[in-house]
């Protein structure tokens, strides 16, 4: 049985771009899909009716985006759950057996803001995290665009990002900034030495697009060098336009919410286009 595309489903107009988005993707693999609600009830055990209520609500929530995905995707295997707990427990054991979780933005989570909910998810999670936003099905978007630096985890990301491009028929660019303060010169310092820095990041970039050609021979990559704007700055500049944003991230230790860095917050902070964020496992086509 193949391993379904999960998403996390809740009460917002950007779940159900969430909800819409992984249809479209689960039709294009041929993939099921399980939406699941996430129903956060710690705080109320002492109110076994009102847990009731909402219980009752989080079902007939369920049954509304079931009713909507049948509608958008007829042909694809559809299944929904309800599962107590926190987002970020509940989506995290529903990771062990999928293709990918996807979850939305852009409107609060009811207990946090939605960068906290999306980055907790896209943290724990063990497998690649999709964050949707409202404007994922704009039909004029085109290319898709991830971000490099050298890393286990960003050459992970390239190499999904790649097989997607390839699968989607769209150019990949592969982009990496260098413009944070520790690369900057200070004064009075020969210029050859911010050359010989800005060769070597160009070094990085060209390594990490290596074999991609012989891996997908029909496929266009742009590399793209920015010297002059920090990491974050600079995908969330580059994304506006993008079909697909995709990032690296380590996902291991206690504080994994802190490990996934501050360019994997400020993006999803500012969402620029759906954005998938990888796991450093390897990669099969479709996934």
Same mark, same amino acid.
């Given at each position: 049985?193949?391993?379904?595309?999960?998403?996390?489903?809740?009460?917002?107009?950007?779940?159900?771009?969430?909800?819409?988005?992984?249809?479209?993707?689960?039709?294009?693999?041929?993939?099921?899909?399980? =939406?699941?609600?996430?129903?956060?009830?710690?705080?109320?055990?002492?109110?076994?009716?009102?847990?009731?209520?909402?219980?009752?609500?989080?079902?007939?929530?369920?049954?509304?985006?079931?009713?909507?995905?049948?509608?958008?995707?007829?042909?694809?295997?559809?299944?929904?759950?309800?599962?107590?707990?926190?987002?970020?427990?509940?989506?995290?054991?529903?990771?062990?057996?999928?293709?990918?979780?996807?979850?939305?933005?852009?409107?609060?989570?009811?207990?946090?803001?939605?960068?906290?909910?999306?980055?907790?998810?896209?943290?724990?999670?063990?497998?690649?995290?999709?964050?949707?936003?409202?404007?994922?099905?704009?039909?004029?978007?085109?290319?898709?665009?991830? &971000?490099?630096?050298?890393?286990?985890?960003?050459?992970?990301?390239?190499?999904?990002?790649?097989?997607?491009?390839?699968?989607?028929?769209?150019?990949?660019?592969?982009?990496?900034?260098?413009?944070?303060?520790?690369?900057?010169?200070?004064?009075?310092?020969?210029?050859?030495?911010?050359?010989?820095?800005?060769?070597?990041?160009?070094?990085?970039?060209?390594?990490?697009?290596?074999?991609?050609?012989?891996?997908?021979?029909?496929?266009?990559?742009?590399?793209?060098?920015?010297?002059?704007?920090?990491?974050?700055?600079?995908?969330?500049?580059?994304?506006?336009?993008?079909?697909? =944003?995709?990032? &690296?991230?380590?996902?291991?230790?206690?504080?994994?919410?802190?490990?996934?860095?501050?360019?994997?917050?400020?993006?999803?902070?500012?969402?620029?286009?759906?954005?998938?964020?990888?796991?450093?496992?390897?990669?099969?086509?479709?996934?």
């Amino acid at each position: 049985m193949k391993n379904p595309i999960v998403v996390g489903v809740n009460d917002t107009e950007a779940s159900q771009a969430a909800v819409a988005w992984a249809m479209h993707r689960a039709a294009a693999l041929k993939l099921p899909v399980l =939406l699941v609600h996430a129903l956060d009830d710690r705080w109320s055990y002492e109110s076994y009716s009102f847990i009731d209520v909402i219980r009752k609500s989080g079902a007939e929530l369920l049954e509304k985006a079931k009713a909507r995905a049948i509608e958008a995707e007829p042909s694809i295997e559809l299944s929904t759950k309800q599962v107590s707990g926190s987002t970020g427990y509940v989506l995290r054991k529903q990771s062990r057996k999928a293709s990918m979780v996807v979850v939305g933005s852009g409107e609060s989570w009811f207990g946090g803001a939605v960068t906290d909910r999306a980055l907790q998810v896209a943290a724990v999670a063990l497998c690649p995290v999709a964050v949707v936003g409202t404007e994922a099905h704009d039909g004029g978007r085109r290319g898709i665009l991830v &971000g490099a630096d050298g890393s286990e985890e960003a050459t992970q990301a390239v190499a999904f990002a790649a097989a997607e491009a390839d699968r989607e028929r769209q150019d990949l660019t592969i982009l990496h900034a260098f413009g944070s303060p520790r690369f900057q010169v200070p004064k009075g310092v020969p210029s050859e030495l911010a050359e010989r820095a800005a060769e070597e990041e160009r070094v990085i970039l060209s390594e990490t697009a290596a074999g991609l050609a012989e891996s997908y021979p029909d496929l266009t990559v742009h590399e793209v060098l920015v010297a002059d704007k920090d990491p974050a700055q600079a995908l969330v500049g580059a994304a506006g336009n993008a079909r697909l =944003l995709v990032l &690296g991230s380590r996902g291991k230790g206690a504080f994994k919410r802190l490990l996934m860095g501050s360019t994997a917050h400020a993006v999803l902070s500012q969402l620029p286009c759906p954005t998938i964020i990888t796991r450093v496992r390897p990669v099969k086509r479709g996934q």
